[in-house]
C-alpha cells in the first residue's frame, strides 16, 4: 500500500523503476496580467472542448467561472478595495511572524495589525501612501490568479479511483486515462481542490437542453462546435504529459507572456517561490505568500506551487486542504466496528429469541 | 482614445457611464476616483471570504440512483444476515423471504449503480484492479462477493419455490450442497456491504460527509439493520419474526444515538446542512418513523398488521436516513462556507495549539 499522508516522492512512492525529476509549475500570480493566453493555449492543446454558454458571470473579467473537466487553467479576476489590501497584507504579516507569541490567528489579525506598529509598511491610519513605499496602487487592486490542478503528492482524486483510470506518472504528477475510466465519479467528490469532474456534453443548453424550463430562448449555439471527446469521464490537467514525454514544456507555461506560469523540476520551482517572496517581503508586501510550498501540509505538499496577495480562500482555494484517503485507516477501523456490532446485534437477536 | 472608425457607430453611453458593474449597487464612500481619474472595481462590494461565492470544492456527479444504492445496499446486508442467522437457527419461512430480499435488494442497487456510471458499459472496469485506498473498489469486491453467495442462496430458494421446476438438470444436488455455505458467505459479506458506502462518503472532501467519518458507520449499519429486520416483519409471519424484531429494536437504538452522536461531535458548520432544508426534513422524519416503528415492534409486533406497518415504517425511515446524508452531503459541497469555515477554524486551532509547520499557506 502506497504512503497515505506525510512527505514523499510520489513517483517513488508509486514504484516507478525509473523515477523522473518530479515536475511541477511555479504560478507567480503577482506578475499575472489576466491575459487568459494560459486558458487558451491549453484548450488548444489538450483539443478540451467549450464549456459554459459564453455568458457573463458578473465577477469581474473571469467568465470561465472555475476549473472543470474542459477547463483545467482558469485565471481568477479579483477586485479589491483599501480595506481589503490591508486585511490581506496584515494576514501575510500575521504569516510572517507565526511563531511569535503575541499574534493570533490570521482571521483576527487585521484589525489589530496597525497597532503592531514599527513596521515601515503600515499606511498611515486613513490616508493613502503615496508612491514609493509599495508597488501598487492603495485605493485599489486586481489580483489575477492562474489556477490550475495541484498534481498532489498525495493526490484525493487517484487515491479513490476504483479502475485505475487515474495514475501517477514517472514526473510525479497525476493524469487520467481517459478509456479506462467508467465515469463514476469518485475523484470529483475526492479532490480536495474542486479540480477533477465529469465531461458533460461541454455546453450548457445548445445541444440537448437538458432541464432548465424556461430558458429556452437562451443559449444558442455560437458557431459549429466540434464533437466533445471524452464525454461522460473524469478530466482535469495532465500538466501536458504528452509534452513531458517529449522534453516539451506544457502550453501554459510555454505561452505564458509574463513567466507568471513558470514550470521546470518541483524542487526548483518551490526555491523559486521562496526567492520571490522573500523578494517581495523587502519591498513591504507582506501580502504575498505561498501555496502549497510545505510538504508537511494536508496533501503532502502540492506538485503546482502558487504566489497569493490574499487568503486562499479569496481565489477560491480551500485555506486547509486535506486529502481524505489520509484518515482511511481509522475510517477503515470504524466500520470494521460498526460491521462487528452489526453482527453482535444480529446474534443477540437469534439467540434471544431462540423458541 | 477613440481609435476605430467604427466607433461613429456606437450608441452613446448610457447615463452613468459604461462598465458600472450589474444591478448598480451603491458604492461604498471613501474608495474615492468617481471622477474618472483612477479605476474602479466593476462589480459591487463583496465578502472575500470566497470567490464570488463559488464552492470550493465539487460535489459527486451522483444522482438519486446512488442514495437509493446506499438503502438497498443495506437491506441486502442486513437481510442476508438475518438470513445467515435463520438458516442456523432453522427458521425456514424467515430464511426464504430474507434470501429472496437480500437478492432482490443486491439486484435493485447493483443496476442503479451501474446506471449512474458515466459510461455504464465499461462498469466491469471496477473488478480489474484491487485497490485498498479507494472504498469505491474495495466496495466493488465486496458487492460481487456478497451477490455470488446471496445468488446461490436465493436460486436454491426460487427452486423450492417453484417446486424444482428450474432447468437445473444434473446441477440441483451441487446447488443444494453449495446454499448453505454460500448463504453463510452473504451472511459474512452483508455487514461489510452495509457498512463500506459509509467509508465511501467519508473518503472525500465533500464537508459533510467527511466531517461525519467517526459515526457514519454506525448510522449505516444501524439503519441497515432496522431496514432489513422492518422488511423482514412485513413479509414474514410473526411466529417466525421474533429474531428480526429483536434486530430492529437494536437498530432503532443504534441508528438514534449514532445520529445523535454523529451531528454532536462534527463541526457545527459541517453538520448544518444535515439539519436544514430538505435533508433535514428527511432526517426528522426518518427519525420520527424510526420511533414510531419501533415502539411498534415492542408494544405490538405480534400481531401481524402492527408489524407490518412498524417494518414499512422502518424501511422508509432508513430510505430518509440515506436519501438526507447524501442530499446533505452534496448540498455542503456546493456551498464554499461549508468548506472553508470548518478548514479556517481547524487551522487556527491547531496554531493555537502550537502546531505551526503544517499550513498549505506559508510565508517563505
Redesign the interface.
Known amino acids: 500500500?502506497?504512503q497515505?499522508a506525510g512527505p514523499t516522492d510520489p513517483a517513488a512512492d508509486a514504484r516507478w523503476p525509473d523515477v523522473q525529476a518530479r515536475k511541477g509549475f511555479f504560478t507567480d500570480t503577482s506578475i499575472c496580467i489576466g491575459c487568459k493566453a494560459c486558458e487558451v493555449a491549453c484548450k488548444e492543446w489538450n483539443g478540451n472542448p467549450r464549456d459554459g454558454n459564453l455568458e457573463l458571470?458578473?465577477?469581474?473579467y473571469?467568465n470561465t467561472?472555475?476549473l472543470g473537466a474542459s477547463t483545467w487553467r482558469h485565471v481568477?479576476f479579483?477586485?479589491?478595495?483599501?480595506e481589503?489590501i490591508e486585511e490581506a497584507r496584515a494576514s501575510?504579516r500575521a504569516?510572517?511572524d507565526?511563531?511569535m507569541p503575541s499574534v493570533g490567528?490570521?482571521?483576527q489579525a487585521g484589525p489589530a495589525a496597525p497597532a503592531s506598529g514599527a513596521a515601515p509598511a503600515d499606511p498611515a491610519e486613513g490616508a493613502p501612501v503615496e508612491g514609493g513605499q509599495h508597488p501598487d496602487?492603495p485605493?485599489?487592486r486586481?489580483l489575477m490568479a492562474s489556477d490550475v490542478c495541484k498534481h498532489c503528492t498525495h493526490a484525493?482524486c487517484l487515491?479513490?479511483?476504483?479502475?485505475?483510470?487515474l495514475f501517477r506518472t514517472e514526473f510525479g504528477t497525476v493524469v487520467v486515462q481517459a478509456d479506462?475510466?467508467?465515469?463514476?465519479?469518485?475523484c470529483?467528490?475526492?479532490?480536495?481542490?474542486?479540480?477533477?469532474?465529469?465531461r458533460t456534453d461541454g455546453t450548457a443548453g445548445p445541444r440537448h437542453d437538458r432541464g432548465k424550463p424556461g430558458r429556452s430562448g437562451h443559449g444558442e449555439r455560437k458557431g459549429e462546435q466540434p464533437e466533445v471527446p471524452n464525454?461522460?469521464?473524469?478530466q482535469k490537467c495532465t500538466l501536458c504529459y504528452d509534452r513531458l514525454l517529449d522534453d516539451q514544456v506544457p502550453a501554459c507555461a510555454q505561452t505564458c507572456p509574463t513567466t507568471s506560469i513558470k514550470f521546470g523540476d518541483h524542487a526548483d520551482m518551490v526555491d523559486q517561490a521562496?526567492e520571490r517572496?522573500?523578494e517581495l517581503?523587502a519591498q513591504g508586501r507582506t501580502e504575498a505568500?505561498?501555496?502549497?510550498?510545505?510538504d508537511?501540509?494536508?496533501?503532502g505538499g502540492?506538485g503546482s506551487v502558487f504566489l497569493?496577495l490574499?487568503?486562499?480562500?479569496?481565489?477560491?482555494?480551500?485555506?486547509?486542504?486535506r486529502v481524505?484517503?489520509a484518515?482511511?485507516p481509522?475510517?477503515?477501523q470504524?466500520?470494521g466496528?460498526?460491521?462487528?456490532?452489526?453482527?453482535a446485534?444480529?446474534?443477540?437477536?437469534?439467540l434471544?429469541?431462540?423458541? | 482614445m477613440t481609435a476605430s472608425d467604427y466607433d461613429s457607430v456606437r450608441p452613446p453611453d448610457p447615463p452613468g457611464g459604461r462598465r458600472r458593474g450589474r444591478g448598480g449597487k451603491p458604492r461604498r464612500a471613501g474608495w474615492g476616483g468617481g471622477d474618472g481619474a483612477r479605476e474602479m472595481p466593476m462589480v459591487p462590494d463583496a465578502e472575500f471570504t470566497s470567490y464570488y461565492g463559488r464552492p470550493v470544492v465539487k460535489p459527486a456527479p451522483w444522482g438519486p440512483e446512488i442514495a437509493a444504492y446506499l438503502f438497498l445496499g443495506g437491506v441486502a446486508g442486513g437481510s442476508a444476515v438475518l438470513a445467515a442467522g435463520a438458516q442456523l437457527a432453522g427458521l425456514d419461512e424467515l430464511r426464504r423471504n430474507a434470501r429472496l430480499a437480500a437478492i432482490g435488494a443486491v439486484s435493485l442497487g447493483a443496476v442503479a449503480l451501474v446506471h449512474d456510471l458515466g459510461r455504464p458499459e465499461r462498469f466491469l472496469n471496477m473488478l480489474r484492479v484491487f485497490k485498498p485506498t479507494s472504498p469505491m473498489s474495495v466496495g466493488s469486491w465486496i458487492l460481487s462477493a456478497f451477490s455470488a453467495g446471496a445468488g446461490v442462496a436465493a436460486a436454491a430458494e426460487a427452486d423450492r419455490l417453484t417446486g424444482e421446476r428450474l432447468p437445473l438438470g444434473p446441477l440441483r444436488p451441487l446447488l443444494r450442497a453449495v446454499e448453505g455455505p454460500a448463504g453463510l458467505s452473504a451472511g459474512a459479506f452483508g455487514p461489510l456491504l452495509a457498512v463500506y458506502t459509509a467509508v465511501l462518503l467519508s473518503d472525500t472532501a465533500t464537508p459533510t460527509w467527511n466531517a461525519a467519518q467517526g459515526e457514519l458507520p454506525f448510522v449505516f449499519v444501524s439503519s441497515a439493520s432496522l431496514a432489513s429486520a422492518g422488511l423482514a416483519m412485513v413479509t414474514t409471519p410473526v411466529a417466525q419474526a421474533g429474531p428480526a424484531r429483536t434486530l430492529a429494536l437494536l437498530g432503532v437504538a443504534g441508528d438514534l444515538a449514532a445520529t445523535q452522536l454523529m451531528t454532536r461531535r462534527m463541526d457545527p458548520v459541517a453538520a448544518e446542512p444535515l439539519h436544514e432544508g430538505r435533508p433535514g426534513t428527511m432526517l426528522r422524519l426518518s427519525e420520527a418513523l424510526a420511533v414510531a416503528g419501533g415502539l411498534g415492534t415492542l408494544l405490538g409486533g405480534r400481531r401481524r398488521w402492527v408489524a407490518a406497518a412498524s417494518g414499512a415504517a422502518l424501511v422508509a425511515a432508513s430510505a430518509l436516513t440515506r436519501f438526507g446524508v447524501f442530499e446533505a452531503g452534496i448540498a455542503s459541497a456546493k456551498d464554499p462556507r461549508y468548506t472553508i469555515e470548518p478548514q479556517k477554524r481547524r487551522l487556527a486551532a491547531r496554531r493555537a495549539a502550537g502546531i505551526k509547520d503544517d499550513s498549505v499557506t506559508t510565508a517563505r
Not at chain 1, 57 to 60: P, R
Not at chain 1, 159 to 165: I, K, L
Not at chain 1, 310 to 321: H, I, V
Open positions: 500500500m502506497p497515505l458571470l458578473g465577477s469581474s473571469d467561472g472555475a481568477a479579483i477586485e479589491q478595495g483599501r481589503r501575510g504569516l510572517v507565526l511563531g490567528a490570521p482571521g496602487t485605493e485599489f486586481w484525493g487515491d479513490v479511483c476504483p479502475t485505475g483510470a479506462v475510466c467508467n465515469g463514476c465519479g469518485t470529483v467528490a475526492g479532490c480536495p481542490f474542486g479540480v477533477v469532474e465529469r464525454l461522460n469521464v473524469a521562496r517572496v522573500a517581503h505568500r505561498l501555496y502549497g510550498a510545505n508537511l501540509d494536508g496533501v502540492t497569493l490574499d487568503e486562499p480562500e479569496a481565489y477560491g482555494l480551500p485555506p486547509d486542504p481524505a484517503t484518515d482511511l481509522r475510517m477503515y470504524r466500520a466496528l460498526a460491521a462487528a456490532g452489526m453482527v446485534a444480529a446474534a443477540i437477536a437469534f434471544g429469541s431462540r423458541r
